[in-house]
């Protein structure tokens, strides 16, 4: 049983371009989690997705950022217009059901020039 | 609401030394997961433990062990006779359902060098 994967796990992006990263979850499992970890800092909160639905947003930027896990295929985190400040590494979780235990992915890196 | 505090930020010790890692948390639920991972320099979290809040047996597993004392709201991690592959980034996380589901709170990590 694969994990969570991501991809790409490294990702260049020039200042105004738009950056889509990829989270497909464990199998079996249909909720996924997105986590922002800005350089020297922990992970932070962004969006907490259900099949074809947004359950929580709170963390998520207002602008610029939106995320969907649509019914087939993975999620996706899009960012908008990116800015230096977007640089940071993105991770993706999963979990079988909303009480379970969240399994994460190896992260995506955005650098953004 | 949901809070996890790791006081040191960076710490450095000699290889073979014992070095604790704190972490104190904060929770209005009675039922909570605590959680401790590794960043190494490549970047991807290592799972490391899960500790349920009914759970305060201390947990032992090879070099590592956790202190786990509810009456403090603390879950400390030792790593004995410290290695040099052991400096990464730990980080320390607390998981509740106060937002109706398992919300993941992180600390902001703390860094160890392990020097030869």
């Known amino acids: 049983n694969a994990g969570v994967m991501q991809n790409p796990r490294h990702l260049v992006r020039r200042r105004g371009q738009e950056a889509r990263l990829r989270c497909s979850p464990m199998?079996?499992?249909?909720?996924v989690y997105w986590y922002r970890q800005l350089p020297e800092e922990g992970l932070k909160f962004m969006v907490y997705?259900?099949?074809?639905?947004?359950?929580?947003e709170s963390g998520m930027p207002k602008e610029r950022f939106s995320a969907e896990f649509p019914k087939e295929g993975p999620s996706i985190l899009r960012i908008q217009q990116v800015v230096r400040g977007d640089s940071a590494a993105y991770f993706c979780?999963?979990?079988?059901?909303?009480?379970?235990?969240?399994?994460f992915g190896p992260g995506t890196r955005l650098t953004v020039l | 609401a949901q809070k996890v505090t790791q006081a040191q930020t960076e710490i450095s010790v000699v290889e073979k030394e014992d070095v604790t890692l704190d972490c104190v948390y904060e929770?209005?639920?009675?039922?909570?997961?605590l959680f401790w991972y590794k960043q190494p320099p490549s970047g991807e979290l290592v799972f490391l433990i899960r500790?349920?809040?009914?759970?305060?047996q201390n947990e032992i597993s090879g070099r590592y062990s956790w202190n786990f004392q509810k009456s403090t709201s603390s879950f400390n991690f030792t790593i004995t006779a410290s290695q040099v592959v052991d400096s990464a980034v730990y980080f320390c996380?607390?998981?509740?359902?106060?937002?109706?589901?398992?919300?993941?709170?992180f600390g902001i990590g703390t860094k160890l060098q392990v020097i030869p």
């Open positions: 997705l259900q099949k074809e639905n947004i359950i929580d």
């Open positions: 979780a999963s979990s079988e059901d909303r009480d379970n235990e969240q399994f």
């Open positions: 199998k079996g499992h249909s909720h």
């Open positions: 996380a607390l998981s509740d359902t106060s937002g109706g589901y398992q919300k993941v709170t």
């Open positions: 500790r349920n809040s009914f759970d305060e």
């Open positions: 929770t209005r639920d009675t039922t909570y997961y």
